[in-house]
């Protein structure tokens, strides 16, 4: 639908000794105001009695109010849908009474509707907006949000809708001490990530383009689905051993990965015999080799005894290509796992703010964490070197 109805306003403090407003979930009592106020906001595109009142009974949806500090008239809402199975939130409207605008309202209940996003381990929140509403937009943009898409013809006067979305991190700031870098190629996810952890645990280690290639060339399987090659867990791990640290191998099958969409025979020869001799070298330098799928339990408690994990994940839940890729997890806040993503989608308007530190709800993680048909669970959990 739409996500602003009026332009919305300047901040103003919502707690002052005599609050002008507060946000609160709306209840059935709520319909008449709601509607009243949807009828005086919008000519077109409005939502009817019938569907505040579906809203009001999901579980998927949830209305937000700004009410009058002293009379409590209703001065705005902002209406949020949660996808089932998803960790993306919908702003789906959000309106303020005309008389009400220049107290803040409409900022504040964008903010509201941030927190019950994330307070429902939603990662993301993305809205609508017609493409003719400067103010609002003018909002989004300074409340962070990116622009993702155009939707022609969106509304019933035919007005374009411009898509928004901003990647939600909470109140609460999380710091591991873990750099983040940025990929430069496309294929040198898994040696950006070692760089990352190692940036932090081995002493005098620096992040630069030619360490990142170098890497990749120390721990590539040669050959992947088409061009350069991407790393393997155990060529990881004997990567990150050489460097300085000690890690330890978890996949959930054992033999040869990532073979099944490679159509050339040759280039599955070539990725075997690369990938046994990592599989060799590993048993050589003694590293631990666990097969079978690690849990979100056991990384979560690696994680909070300092450590970092090299994790593989689906790129379809990352950036929509079914392609296998690698993140760093470096913290865990007890419902997240935090994680560096090295690959920032330029194109879709991301920045390193939307791929560092990122909080994964646990079950968000555990749903991503694998790849392909067999759905493959490999990470290299890495510890600073014992003396």
Known sequence: MR???????????????????????????????????????FVSDRITRRSFKNLLGSSSALILVAEDGAGGRLLGYAALLFRRGTALARLYSIAVDAAAIGQGIGRALLKGAETAAFDRDRICLRLEVREDNDRAIRLYRLEGYRPIGRYLDYYADHMPALRFEKTLRGDKPFDTGVPYYEQTTDFTCGSCCLMMAMARDVEGFALDPVMEIRLWREATTIFMMSGPGGCDPFGLAVTAHEFGLDPAIHVSQAGDLFLEGVRSLEKQKVMALAQEDFRRRAITYEIPTVIEPFTVDLLSAHLRQGGTAIILVSGYH??????????????????????????????????????????????????????????????????????
């Open 3 to 41: 996500a602003s109805g009026v332009p919305l306003s300047k901040p103003v403090p919502m707690h002052a000794a005599a609050p002008r407003f507060v946000l609160r979930p709306a209840t059935a009592e709520d319909v008449d105001s709601l509607v009243a106020l949807e009828e005086a906001t």
């Open 318 to 387: 990352m950036f929509a290509k079914k392609v296998p890729h690698w993140v760093l997890a470096h913290g865990d806040d007890g419902r997240h796992i935090i994680i560096h993503d090295p690959w920032v989608a330029d194109e879709r308007g991301e920045s390193i703010a939307d791929a560092a530190y990122l909080p994964l709800p646990y079950q968000t993680f555990d749903k991503m964490a694998r790849f392909g048909k067999a759905s493959l669970r490999a990470a290299v959990f890495l510890s600073p070197r014992r003396s």
